[in-house]
Structures are given as structure tokens and as C-alpha cells.
């Protein structure tokens, strides 16, 4: 795993987009299209924020996948994973074809189809975040790192409910549905390239953790070390509580 540390989450965010940038423009020129993995939540706005302005990506040659959606959330609820992506990625950038999750439909018949379609040609690059309980994905802690299925139903853990709280995405843990459809860690992880983008200090103690800590699902990210191709972006606050060379 590659950490690149910035002092700030704007610089961060742009050495960012331009590395993703990077790979989705490679990715189109070596075969003509780019199947792309995004991640969402607050820490993700600035990042997709300058991946969508950046030059000369062909959108149109993009395919995307998402991660995770709650279950049962409408569409056009403030929290929808499916809304975020709309407004911050597929619509500003122009991709052609997205995959999202539909939290409404049956969970089994959504994870089947969508399975079909992620595993049809190889991911170039998934873009991903880590949770405050160290999370990748919706894959709480402790992770299923072994199954193939590359989409899962799983019931979402206090610690992962309590962050989309903290995060203003709901009013109250009431609020926050108790069960989400997520791509697997072991379908991510067949991605060719993973870009992690982590800033903000509440990050800090998953990073350590996931970094410092023993490969573990109750660390679900530190698998992230396991891939051959892995850079993980920070900034100073998110990188405050580990020993890496900035």
C-alpha cells in the first residue's frame, strides 16, 4: 500500500482526482473504456468534486459501480447513496452508464443482478473511503473477507449508523435504516487499482487501526494492505495518529 499524506483535505483531494483521473484516461486508451468503483458520504465531496472537473476524461467511455445503499430508502431521500452519486459524479461528469443499487427492489434479486453485471470485465479502479469503525463499504466489523458473492444484504452495526448521524445525513439513529445492500471486500479487492480517500480527524483511529493493527474484519479495511495496487490518501488530521513518510 502506497499513503501519500497532504496537509490539508483540499490538497488531498486533488492529488486525488488527479491520480483517478489518471487511471480512468489509461484505462480507455488501453481498451476503450473505464469500469470504475465509487465510494460516497461526506468525505468523498471534495475529491469527486475535483474528479469531475478534471480535463480530458472521456466520460462518456465510463462505466460506474457503487458501493452500498441503505435498504428501503427512497431515491430521492437526502441520504440516498443513489441521490448523492446522481448530484456528484454522473450527472456533473456525464457518465453513460452507471449501476446503482436499488435499495427499494428485493435486496436478493438486486444483489444477483448486479453481481451479473460487476462481474462481467475486470474493475480498473474502485474508489473507497473508510469508515469511522473501520468499515469498507457497508462491510462492518466483523467483515465477511471470504465469501465471492460480490453484493451482500448485512445489517448495519451502531457505530456505522451513529456516523451517517454525525454526518447530518439523519436527524436521529431512528432514522438511519438497520439493513443496506454492499459490494463485498472480496469483490472489491479484485479491482485492479484502489484509491482510499481519508481525511478528516474522526478518521484518525480507523486509520491507525487499519494501517497499525492486525489484518483483521474487526479492521475490515486493513485488508486494503493485501492488494497489490493500493494508495491511500490522508491528511494531516486524518494521519495524526500513525507513523507513515509523508
Same mark, same amino acid.
Given at each position: 500500500m502506497r499513503v501519500h499524506t497532504f496537509s490539508d483535505g483540499d490538497?488531498?483531494?486533488?492529488?486525488?482526482?488527479? $491520480?483517478?483521473?489518471s487511471r480512468i484516461r489509461l484505462a480507455i486508451a488501453t481498451s476503450g473504456r473505464a469500469r470504475i468503483i465509487a465510494a460516497t458520504g461526506t468525505s468523498q465531496m471534495a475529491f469527486l468534486d475535483a474528479l469531475t472537473q478534471a480535463p480530458d476524461v472521456d466520460?462518456?467511455? &465510463?462505466?460506474?459501480?457503487?458501493? %452500498?445503499?441503505?435498504?428501503?430508502?427512497?431515491?430521492?431521500?437526502?441520504?440516498?447513496?443513489?441521490?448523492?452519486?446522481l448530484e456528484r459524479l454522473i450527472r456533473p461528469a456525464g457518465i453513460a452508464r452507471a449501476h446503482l443499487i436499488d435499495g427499494e427492489r428485493h435486496p436478493l434479486d438486486v444483489c444477483r443482478e448486479l453481481g451479473r453485471e460487476v462481474t462481467a470485465a475486470p474493475i480498473d479502479v474502485a474508489f473507497v473511503g473508510i469508515g469511522e469503525n473501520g468499515h469498507l463499504a457497508f462491510n462492518d466489523p466483523p467483515?465477511?473477507?471470504?465469501?465471492? $458473492?460480490?453484493?451482500? &444484504?448485512?445489517?448495519? %452495526? $451502531?457505530?456505522?449508523?451513529?456516523?451517517?448521524?454525525?454526518?447530518?445525513?439523519?436527524?436521529?439513529?431512528? $432514522? &438511519?435504516?438497520?439493513?443496506a445492500i454492499t459490494m463485498s471486500i472480496r469483490q472489491i479487492l479484485k479491482s485492479r487499482a484502489i484509491l482510499a480517500v481519508v481525511p478528516e480527524a474522526r478518521k484518525a483511529p480507523a486509520v491507525r487501526l487499519c494501517l497499525e493493527g492486525a489484518i483483521s474484519p474487526m479492521a475490515p479495511a486493513s485488508i486494503l494492505r493485501t492488494h497489490a495496487d493500493t494508495s491511500l490518501f490522508l491528511d494531516a488530521d486524518s494521519a495524526a495518529l500513525v507513523k507513515i513518510n509523508a
Open positions: 490538497s488531498l483531494a486533488r492529488a486525488a482526482a488527479n $491520480e483517478a483521473a466520460w462518456s467511455n &465510463v462505466e460506474m459501480f457503487h458501493l %452500498d445503499e441503505y435498504i428501503g430508502l427512497p431515491a430521492d431521500h437526502p441520504a440516498a447513496f443513489r441521490r448523492y452519486l467483515a465477511d473477507f471470504d465469501t465471492e $458473492e460480490p453484493y451482500l &444484504v448485512v445489517r448495519l %452495526d $451502531e457505530a456505522c449508523r451513529r456516523q451517517q448521524v454525525g454526518e447530518q445525513w439523519f436527524t436521529s439513529i431512528d $432514522e &438511519v435504516p438497520e439493513r
